[in-house]
């Protein structure tokens, strides 16, 4: 399932001028989402609204607990 949208968005076209993604959902394709976007097609940090809002293999609450951590550590991967 979140494969086919990775594939699906890093096979678009993207409309000319200033591109404004909001992308929130499973975790690890979000993160994948998010490479694709801030790496590969230059969209400014501040144009995207990003979170992994669910992680595959962890209940709610466990997630809640760690999400903050989770997504901080990949901006800062993804924004060296």
Do not use: C
Request: proline share 1%.
């Amino acid at each position: 399932m979140g494969a086919a949208l990775v594939e699906a968005v890093t096979a678009l076209d993207f409309p000319a001028g200033d591109v404004h993604a909001f992308v929130h959902g499973e975790a690890g394709f979000v993160k994948e989402l998010r490479r694709h976007l801030r790496l590969d097609r230059g969209v400014a940090r501040e144009r995207l609204s990003i979170s992994g809002y669910w992680r595959l293999g962890k209940t709610d609450e466990g997630w809640r607990a760690m999400k903050r951590e989770w997504n901080d550590q990949v901006e800062r991967e993804q924004d060296n």
